[in-house]
């Protein structure tokens, strides 16, 4: 196999990829039952995606380039002119990718930043308790809060005025497998591919699916340790207004019945 024809088929396997994974792992069935699995076949499929392509592009641009280097036997005309068509396409397309990855990343340390100084008073202030055998920093508020942040899981005492016992226990292990799992690490990089391909399905399904799998599996654990039910009334009182709460905790429910 050429190196120009090893290219194309890398260039192919991206394709298939980014059109494939949206309708095979899209599927709620996928998502719903076996989050933890649909999870790791996106990240998959996406490492797999920019291996194949950022290779491919690399690939094009040095059979480019060794034109202007060495003299190659064995070609005629068209040959050097295809392989140097495609390397300015790839430089092109790298451009294109480079800047559009650059400007996600700033957005994307923009946003820490600011959700960093945001808590950053709130947790300065914050009383450090231990729930179950979970850490939880409590800040005494009127605002009902709950969530995790810098590695820790924040809580004020309006919500924790909500929950008994057993339900504060199950919210702080939800966060804490947020924490734990990385998550906000696994969602900065769909956030990322989906800014670097926004009219592409593959960026905007990873995207999705990492929002709504990481819940699922910070559910599924919970429910795990404090029961399907108890963590879906935790759910409803600690996370009244969150986006999908009312299917994640009618899917909890279901499992309980």
Known sequence: ?????????????????????????????????HPQLGLRLWMASFTLAALSITFALGLFIALALRHHVVHVDGHDTVGPLIDQLLGWLAIAAIGILAFRMGVAVQDARTAVATMTGEFAPLLARATHITVGNRELWVVDSSVALMGARSGRVIATSAVIALLDETQLAAVVEHEHTHVAQHHARVLAIANIGEA??????AGQGFASAARITTELIADDVAAQRFGAGETARALELAYPLAPGVSERVARLRSRAS
């Not at 290219?7 to 998502?31: E, H, I, K, N, Q």
């Not at 670097?196 to 399905?201: E, L, V, Y």
């Open 1 to 33: 196999m050429g190196f120009t024809t090893l290219g194309v088929v890398l260039m192919a396997v991206y394709v298939a990829l980014t059109l494939l994974a949206p309708l095979v792992l899209s599927r709620p069935r996928l998502l719903v039952r």
């Open 196 to 201: 670097i391909a926004p009219s592409m399905t």
